[in-house]
C-alpha cells in the first residue's frame, strides 16, 4: 500500500469514528433530558398547577386541538374541573418525536399521549382564556388518535365526568 492510500485510509478512519462518536452522544443527551422530567399525574397537574410552573414535567394526556383550540384535557375523570391548558407544539420536534406527531389527524383532532415540556403560567394564553401554557418538546408515547367530530369520541375519551354522581372512570385505550 502507498503512502497515499495509507494517508487517505486513517483520514476515513478518523472522520469516520468521529461521526459515529457524535451520533452516540447525541441520543444520550436526548434521554438525559426527558429523564429529568417529573412525572405528573393529569389530575394531580390541574388540582395543583403552580406547583408545577417553570418546570419540566412528563403527563399523560389528551391533546385537543382544531380551530382555536389546542389544550390538554384529562385521559380520565377528575374531581377537579374547568382549569384549561393551552398546549403549543414546539417547533424543533424531532426524531421519534416528530415521526409520532406526524401521526396526529391533519386541522382537528384528538391524541392520547404521554408530553414531555415545561409548564409555564401567568397567561393569557391562546385566546386569552387559559392561564397555564404546556410547551410540548417531546412526544413519548402515542397511544390512540382521532379526528374530531361533534357528539363522538373515541372509546379512550373519558364519558360522564361532569355529572357529580359520575364515578371517576379509568378506561384504557383499546
Not at 459515529?20 to 397537574?45: G, W
Not at 398547577?49 to 383550540?69: D, L, M, N, T
Not at 384535557?73 to 384549561?84: A, H, I, Q, T, V
Not at 401554557?133 to 364519558?159: C, M, Y
Amino acid at each position: 500500500m502507498n503512502t497515499i492510500n495509507k494517508s487517505f485510509l486513517i483520514k476515513f478512519c478518523i472522520v469516520g469514528l468521529v461521526l459515529v462518536l457524535l451520533m452516540l452522544c447525541r441520543p444520550a443527551e436526548a434521554q438525559q433530558s426527558e429523564a429529568t422530567a417529573q412525572a405528573v399525574a393529569y389530575c394531580d397537574l390541574v388540582k395543583a398547577p403552580q406547583s408545577f410552573s417553570g418546570k419540566r414535567i412528563r403527563v399523560r394526556a389528551i391533546y385537543k386541538y382544531g380551530f382555536e383550540i389546542q389544550q390538554l384535557d384529562p385521559p380520565m375523570c377528575c374531581p377537579e374541573r374547568g382549569l384549561k391548558i393551552w398546549v403549543e407544539m414546539e417547533a424543533g420536534l424531532q426524531g421519534n418525536s416528530l415521526k409520532l406527531f406526524r401521526k396526529f389527524p391533519k386541522g382537528m383532532g384528538l391524541a392520547l399521549a404521554t408530553f414531555v415540556g415545561t409548564l409555564e403560567s401567568g397567561g393569557p394564553y391562546g385566546d386569552g382564556g387559559y392561564r397555564f401554557k404546556f410547551a410540548v418538546d417531546h412526544i413519548e408515547k402515542l397511544e390512540g388518535t382521532a379526528r374530531a367530530s361533534p357528539g363522538h369520541n373515541p372509546v379512550w375519551v373519558p364519558q360522564n365526568c361532569e355529572k357529580p354522581d359520575a364515578a371517576p372512570t379509568k378506561q384504557e385505550p383499546r
